[in-house]
């Protein structure tokens, strides 16, 4: 083996890729320049990380993420809310004032997601007539932060509805317009009580600003089926084929199977993909069926310890287990599904350029201490180092960068 000599080279040294080999892993300009599966690869002059004989993942990515909502960094708080989504929604407006700023706790959360192994993240974030875009504008100071160590993707998100709250389509354009990259959308039959306004609303928006959609449909039954079956349309006709995410989904795990088949076939024609955290009380899309009807399932975390739920710690790992549990998987071949919703998937919806450990791709990995992807997703284990861009971001479950701090 010829040595190497640069000081823009680092070795992840020591590790294990997935199939069993152990393998040194070269990064150079922030790439993944060689994966060298004799072992010992001299680098002279190379920054060498010590991978401890660990399996080495491509980063993980969360697709579903509520990150202004985050109370991480703060005394534990009993859950405040009463049981609707109603009641959620303004226990949460009522607490504002009396919370740390959005930038803080955001922050907070984002670097723990880090520490577990995420390199990307699409998080939701409230815009509504009380607080206009200031939760937005505070999601744009953690993306500008957290450069180079995370890639914050930010969903305009108009938690309160949209014809329900007047005032909150403008916002939603001009959070877009100031660089949101992604349009939310909120339960237009149980929020707004009008399936075609909201819609309607959104895909001008959409239209007008050349962006794609990720709409919450919690609406179950009849409703929550012609309110996806409607969007499917409507991305059709509008040609945003491959730009749309309906997030949970819930009906899709209740509906009878000619209804299940026929929505399924909607979506996966006109490329419409399924965010989902795993269900909670309510039904699991079926992740394998949806799949294999050419449906992508990606998975995220969505509320992480805040007023909405006290569950969570941001791992990914944690929330493929939780959905390949309920999904019923046991295989470690079921396992490396649910897996794949937690990193491959999401980074496909999300449009992550140069995903995944292949040379020549982004140098975005973690090591875990397992022998297996099965056994990383359904025991959790411990995390060694988190790298981005060729850099460690975290040791040992620590945020470890001076520069995001
Ligand atoms: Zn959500």
Request: glycine letters at 12%; one cysteine or more.
């Amino acid at each position: 083996m010829t040595p190497r000599s640069s000081q823009e080279t680092g070795v992840l040294a020591n590790v294990r890729l997935a199939g069993g080999a152990a393998a040194d892993i070269v990064m150079r300009d922030s790439l993944i320049a060689e994966i060298a599966t004799a072992p010992t690869l001299e680098t002279d002059g190379a920054t060498r990380i010590e991978g401890e004989g660990m399996l080495v993942l491509p980063g993980l990515v969360d697709g579903h993420m509520h990150l202004d909502k985050a109370l991480a960094g703060l005394p534990w708080m009993p859950h405040p809310a009463g049981p609707t989504r109603l009641s959620r929604i303004e226990t949460e407006k009522s607490l504002r004032g009396d919370l740390p700023p959005v930038q803080e706790r955001a922050a907070n959360l984002a670097r723990q997601c880090v520490a577990h192994g995420t390199t990307a993240i699409r998080s939701h974030v409230d815009i509504d007539p009380d607080n206009e875009l200031t939760h937005f504008h505070a999601l744009m100071e953690v993306r500008e932060m957290l450069a180079g160590i995370l890639d914050l993707q930010i969903v305009a998100f108009p938690q309160s509805g949209v014809l329900r709250a007047p005032g909150t389509s403008g916002l939603l354009e001009a959070a877009l317009t100031e660089g949101a990259d992604v349009l939310g959308g909120l339960d237009p039959i149980a929020i707004d009580n009008d399936l075609d306004g909201q819609l309607d609303t959104l895909f001008d928006i959409a239209e007008r600003c050349d962006t794609g959609i990720d709409i919450h449909l919690h609406d179950a039954g009849a409703d929550g089926l012609a309110e996806i079956n409607a969007l499917c349309e409507r991305t059709r006709a509008c040609g945003l084929a491959g730009r749309v995410t309906v997030s949970h989904g819930f009906c899709l795990g209740s509906a009878a199977p000619d209804e299940f088949e026929r929505t399924a076939e909607a979506m996966a024609a006109v490329g419409v993909s399924l965010a989902t955290h795993g269900g909670a009380a309510s039904p699991l899309p079926p992740v394998k069926a949806l799949r294999e009807r050419g449906v992508e399932v990606f998975a995220g975390n969505d509320n992480v310890r805040d007023t909405w739920s006290p569950f969570g710690n941001g791992d990914m790992l944690e929330r493929a287990m939780l959905l390949a549990w309920r999904s019923g998987f046991r295989t470690d071949e079921d396992l490396e599904v649910a897996l794949e919703c937690a990193s491959a998937a999401g980074a496909r919806v999300l449009g992550l350029e140069g995903y995944g450990l292949s040379v020549g791709n982004r140098a975005d990995l973690f090591t875990v201490d397992a022998e297996t992807p099965g056994e990383a997703v359904a025991q959790r284990p411990r995390r060694g180092v988190v790298v981005k861009g060729g850099r460690v971001v975290a040791r040992e479950g620590e945020f470890a960068d001076a520069s995001g701090t």
